[in-house]
């Protein structure tokens, strides 16, 4: 058995691994681990009955139930990967049913506002390591997950004060042999990082796709007919999950908004450049933005298509 970087592994990390909620991330890692062998037992865990009926047919966990307070019974490793707004409800729902030594984690997209949920509901003994990675599509579901999804891909780790170590290795050693590279952070610095990098962006995806459906001369049949280049590209961001991104924007309202002030600032500026025939200022800011985008390319952020190994096909 060797891990994503094909070190040899010969015991798992943990022996009984909780997943709550099942969709893109959790059945992701759920594929990971049962392939890497990084937990001796995968429990799948989510509110909603179909979804367990499906995580039983894909036959991506040893278990599946819809009880969150049974299935974490006697985990090592309890993983949320529901939407950031659901944390809360489901740290208090399982509260009692984690065991003593159990490291608890998540996937939020934020990370302040479920620090803030979920802490005060863990009991003495439990430690909690908030994580994020730093990788996705606009799929939801047990279906849309893949077991290379986190391959090269960062992942943010945010643990609070007093973190044992122990817990907090075991959670790196776990998503670096996903693949993933590890950084550590606070959470505030994350939202404010992922604001401008995650969460603005999709922010103006869903607002351009929902501008160019709206205008009233181009009918919705043009707006599909001509979507070839860049608004195609705007409409993938467009469809990803509304409940997710709903959550996303009401638990880092500080840093989007802040963000927002800034990227206004700028428009206003693009906007005089266009009206005053300022070229020099439109090249030089697209010159430094093309920069920026092979950059990402040359650190391996970005896969230049095709990548169907890494991203599923439209
Ligand atoms: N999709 C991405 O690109 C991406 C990337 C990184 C992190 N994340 C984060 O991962 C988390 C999950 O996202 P996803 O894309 O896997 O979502 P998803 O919609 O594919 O899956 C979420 C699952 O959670 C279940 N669920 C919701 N509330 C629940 C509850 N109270 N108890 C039990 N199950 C519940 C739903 O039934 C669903 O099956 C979110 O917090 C998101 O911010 C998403
Ligand atoms: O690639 C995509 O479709 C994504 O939206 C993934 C993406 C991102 O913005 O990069 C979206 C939200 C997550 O918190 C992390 C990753």
Redo the contacts with the bound molecule.
Sequence with gaps: MTDRLGAPRAEPIFERLALIGVGLIGSSIARAAREMGLARTIVAIDRDEGVVGRVRDLGIADEATGDALAGVRDCDHVILCVPVGACGTVAAAIRDGLKPGAVVSDVG?VKASVVAQVAPHLPEGVAFVPA?P?????HSGPESGFPTLFLNRWCILTPPEGTPPEALERVRAFWTAMGSNVEIMTPEHHDLV?AIT?HV??LIAYNIVGTAADLETVTQSEVIKFSAGGFRDFTR?AA?DPTMWRDIFLHNKGAVLEMLGRLNEDIALLARAIRWDDGDALFNLFTRTRAIRRSIITQGQETPEPDFGRRRPD
């Design positions: 997209s994020h730093v990788a996705g599509t606009e992922l995650s962006p999709h961001i990803s």
